[in-house]
């Protein structure tokens, strides 16, 4: 039997292929045949193009039914695909081009370009364009992609793929350093979307409400796949906009998001229990879910919303329980499948699990870890331990009912005067003081310390602490080597699209301001 991903999601389609698959915001209808239809076309013209096999389709456009269509095009086609954000620029893609060799690349008409010196120049033989489309004036997607798709057969036989076949190159955000392919098979993203759907409790009359961007695990394979394997219906809109998923809301019963869509639909004076009142599932990953969001969020809807863990290398690792408690501040329990353990190092410097409570390294196995890094062979080999488990870069903590916790990053961790410091412990200590909306810690060199604690406060619109306040109140809650050295506020802290706070970016811009700070020569 065929492993490719997109026979299962095939297999699970709802019998009635008249009913809706994908509803736009401004309301334009694709039902399950028009999904079929329009893959085949798609799938017809990538197999006439006469591509070695596992050539890499790379994508960067603005979202759109579209756009998912070509993923499952690709996936019928058994090529590789590979969606790249749409925020980078040409340095980026030029890096990106370099590396992974696409054979086509599909781009925005608007960045056609631009993009064609970069591609063309490093070989890439196929470029096409697909437009987002615009509702209301009658034009809706176009581009050469969808102009040339159009003249081919709207059936296709689903190319036969092991599940060790490569399906799609995530290249991991990389919030600090350069970007590496992260290689995930058909049967990587096919068992955790399985796995997925059982934990969830997926429905058989769930809509989800899509607000995520495609191009990220998390709108691509944790969203989009749930649905697609469920046979149920999204409602997709184009971006993240508050007033309009508080609008789509009532019609929906799944929503997933990252951190900050939370915070901004909580922002939202519009946002209550009857906006919500047919949601059954709301759930979180990406980025940590600060404690008052979460609890802010039950007390104004009623919804426990429910973390999960997981990244490009791996999908998903951990969530909450369904059914029984999901408990703030963590995120969850390992899925089905999923090894995960916490190393740290003994007093001899041997490596050893960590007992309850202790903080170590995350490390994971399951059938959903990935391939390695697409070529990149040593910094895989670097990533896997001996006995085959995947150093994930997260540190956390397991409390006595097996809930995980993540403390931070392995290299976010500050070594201020020799003691280890980690980021999350300190900043869930500045999140309790009143006034304090967020908080960012980080590590600065510093010439006695090493690194000196460093705090970004982002206040409430009302308070008035300040540094002194901060390092007071801290003093008697902590460790006095944990408490930083210096505070700075903020208007806002730097994020990522997919909600991450840029470190890097704050330990550059605060770097020169610290007292006492090495200076690089
Ligand atoms: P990405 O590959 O872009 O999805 O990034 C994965 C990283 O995001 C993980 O290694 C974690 O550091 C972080 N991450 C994902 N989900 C969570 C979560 N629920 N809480 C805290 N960090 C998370």
């Given at each position: 039997m065929t492993a490719n991903l997109y026979a299962l999601f095939a297999s699970r389609f709802?019998?009635?292929?008249?009913?809706?698959c994908i509803e736009t915001h401004d309301g334009q209808y694709y039902t399950w045949s028009d999904i079929e239809r329009a893959s085949a076309k798609m799938a017809n013209l990538l197999s006439s193009?006469?591509?070695?096999?596992?050539?890499r389709i790379a994508v960067q456009v603005e979202k759109s039914p579209e756009a998912l269509i070509l993923y499952l095009a690709t996936l019928r086609a058994g090529f590789v695909y590979l969606p790249l954000n749409t925020a980078y620029r040409a340095a980026e893609i030029e890096y990106f081009i370099g590396d992974a060799e696409p054979a086509v690349f599909v781009c925005s008409p608007q960045n056609f370009g631009w993009i064609a010196q970069i591609a063309f120049k490093a070989g890439t033989r196929h470029l096409f364009t697909l437009d987002e489309g615009e509702g209301g004036n009658g034009r809706r997607n176009s581009g050469s992609l969808l102009a040339r798709a159009m003249h081919h057969p709207d059936q296709f036989e689903t190319v036969e793929k092991q599940a060790d076949d490569l399906a799609v190159i995530l290249y991991t955000s990389g919030t600090t350093g350069r970007s590496k392919g992260a290689m995930l098979s058909h049967g990587n993203i096919g068992s955790n979307a399985q796995v997925l759907q059982q934990y969830w409790h997926w429905q058989a009359d769930d809509v989800l409400l899509h607000a995520l961007p495609l191009f990220h695990i998390h709108g691509l394979l944790v969203a989009a796949n749930g649905a697609l394997l469920n046979g149920s219906k999204m409602i997709f809109l184009p971006k993240f906009d508050a007033a309009e998923v508080c609008r789509q809301l009532p019609r929906s019963t799944v929503f997933m998001g990252v951190p900050t869509y939370y915070v901004r639909l909580l922002a939202n004076?519009?946002?209550d229990r009857n906006t919500c009142r047919n949601i059954r599932l709301f759930v979180s990953g990406s980025a940590p879910l600060l404690a008052d969001t979460f609890a802010e969020f039950t007390a104004r809807t009623g919804h426990t919303i429910l973390e999960r863990y997981g990244m490009s290398?791996?999908?998903?690792l951990t969530s909450n329980p369904y059914a029984t408690e999901r408990r703030g501040g963590t995120v969850g329990l390992p899925l089905p499948g999923v090894s995960l353990r916490l190393m740290t190092t003994d007093s001899n410097g041997d490596s050893m699990v960590c007992g309850t409570n202790g903080i170590g390294d995350i490390q994971v196995k399951g059938p959903n870890v990935f391939h390695g890094y697409w070529r990149m062979p040593e910094k895989t080999a670097e990533e896997?331990?001996?006995?085959?488990?995947?150093?994930?870069?997260d540190v956390g903590k397991i409390d006595s009912n097996g809930y995980l916790a993540i403390v931070g990053r392995s290299k976010d961790l500050i070594i201020s005067g020799g003691y280890n410091v980690y980021p999350k412990e300190i900043e869930s200590v500045i999140d309790e003081i009143d006034g304090v909306l967020e908080s960012a810690v980080i590590g600065i060199p510093h010439v006695d310390f090493g690194e000196a604690v460093t705090a970004v406060i982002v206040k409430r619109p009302e308070a008035t602490l300040t540094t002194a306040d901060v390092i007071t109140l801290m003093k008697n809650t902590i460790a006095n080597f944990k408490v930083p050295k210096q505070v700075f506020f903020a208007e806002e802290l730097p994020r990522n699209t997919m909600g991450k706070v840029q470190k890097n970016l704050l330990r550059e811009r605060y770097a020169t301001q610290v007292a006492g700070i090495v200076t690089p020569s």
């Open positions: 709802p019998a009635d292929k008249t009913a809706c193009l006469d591509l070695p096999s596992g050539a004076s519009g946002f290398e791996t999908a998903m896997f331990t001996a006995d085959g488990y995947f150093k994930t870069g």
